[in-house]
């Protein structure tokens, strides 16, 4: 079960703007297709999916920062008390080759309100480096694995989590990350400290 919502990771004040033209569905298609069996990634796929500033430090007060994160509200399970849990990631990839994710595992405590909201249950930032694999698959260590996919036009990354976190019904759970702008900066800073120490 995936259900909308309109704030992503609300229950840790990130704020995320969608960015135009985003279809947020569950998944997308695999833009490999189609190569008589042989995934090729087009050629600076991954680049146009690494952190960076939109806009500059002139204009601070509008200064945005590319990120992927899962827009749905991806269900992994049921807890004991009848409630959904769900899983927010926000990921940022860095053109050093490092990556931060923040994760969230949350459980849906207003199911039958269109403005979903969220409790959380356990919260981590994890930190490492990336690679890729035969030019198609991006590798997260000690983390996942991204694979090309597009929505509705728009380039993003099929994550799958391939190690614990915390929930152990997590590993191997795979979920759509969309290209979104936030206030969070690639290394976890806000827009003026951003700027203040470049």
Known sequence: MKLRHHLVLASVSLLFIA??????SGGGSDPTAGNGGQKVVPAGYYDELMAQAIGDCSDIRNLRFQSLANLNVDQYGIGPDGKTLVVHIL????????FRVTYSEERVINPDNDNLQFKPLFWKTIDGV?????????ILQ??????????GGQKGAQLTIQVQIH???LINYSLYLD?????IGPRGETPDQFCRYR
Do not use: H, P, V, Y
């Open 19 to 24: 960015c135009a033209g985003n279809g947020g």
């Open 91 to 98: 990921l940022n990839l860095r053109q050093d080759g490092t």
């Open 130 to 138: 990336w690679s890729l694999q035969d030019e198609s698959l991006l």
């Open 142 to 151: 000690n983390f996942g694995i991204l694979t090309a996919s597009e929505n």
């Open 167 to 169: 929930d152990a019904r």
């Open 179 to 183: 290209k979104i702008e936030t206030l």
